[in-house]
């Protein structure tokens, strides 16, 4: 019962490079978000999809591209990656029925 | 002024203790509000949802006040375990599946 997944846990990229974090849900949830920590902001949704083939911004999408294919992925692609980017990046996924979120385990993103 | 704000702590308090935390948001149209715990280094987890009646999971205690647009979350005799921050959580953006996080607050329990 893998849950819901996120790949690379850790990565180190440059300014400029193209960057795609993957996440994988094996719960068949509808929903499916991704979001930024940083210190002092708190979680901020990057982010959402309510089904395969439909997406929509959240607060912070500048920069950001994502898309969703299949129910189960969920990839996001930092097109040029800026120091700013630095962060640790979480998905997360819901069923269509409730609210709660439930959260794969993040991906640490450096980017010098 | 931030949509969910929270005391950042930290608290810092014995095991066996009762603290509470308290959250401010900022749109009355808010309808959905949570209470999710999240460890060092790891992804945050639902702790409980608050309802508006105040509801109760074991140790903790969830109250919400519409008039004041404030939330807490009350923990009876802490445990080394409760050690995390909790962030509370609203849903305030109209959609049921937009969540505004707060940035957290940090609580050590001690031994």
């Known amino acids: 019962d893998a849950g819901i997944t996120q790949s690379p846990r850790y990565k180190i990229t440059e300014t400029g490079r193209q960057v795609t974090l993957m996440c994988h849900q094996t719960?068949?949830?509808?929903?499916m978000f991704w979001y930024r920590q940083d210190l002092g902001h708190g979680l901020r949704l990057i982010y959402y999809?309510?089904?395969?083939?439909?997406?929509d911004k959240g607060e912070v999408p500048d920069g950001y591209v994502v898309s969703r294919s299949k129910t189960e992925n969920f990839p996001l692609t930092l097109e040029s990656a800026t120091r700013s980017q630095t962060s640790v990046y979480f998905c997360?996924?819901?069923?269509?029925?409730?609210?709660?979120?439930?959260f794969g385990p993040g991906t640490r993103l450096l980017v010098l | 002024r931030k949509e969910v704000e929270q005391d950042p702590g930290p608290f810092n308090v014995p095991e066996g203790a009762t603290v509470a935390f308290n959250c401010t948001y900022s749109?009355?149209?808010?309808?959905?509000f949570f209470w999710y715990r999240q460890d060092c280094r790891k992804e945050p987890k639902l702790l409980m949802s608050?309802?508006?009646s105040g509801n109760e999971d074991g140790r903790f205690t969830a109250q919400l006040n519409r008039a004041s647009q404030y939330i807490s979350l009350l923990i009876r005799d802490s445990k080394l375990s409760d050690s995390a921050t909790y962030l509370c959580?609203?849903?305030?953006?109209?959609?049921?599946?937009?969540?505004?996080f707060g940035s957290g607050t940090q609580l050590t329990v001690l031994p």
């Open positions: 749109n009355s149209a808010s309808q959905s």
């Open positions: 997360a996924s819901s069923d269509i029925l409730q609210e709660t979120q439930y």
């Open positions: 959580v609203v849903n305030s953006r109209g959609s049921a599946r937009q969540l505004t």
């Open positions: 608050v309802y508006s």
């Open positions: 999809s309510a089904a395969a083939d439909i997406t």
């Open positions: 719960w068949s949830h509808s929903y």
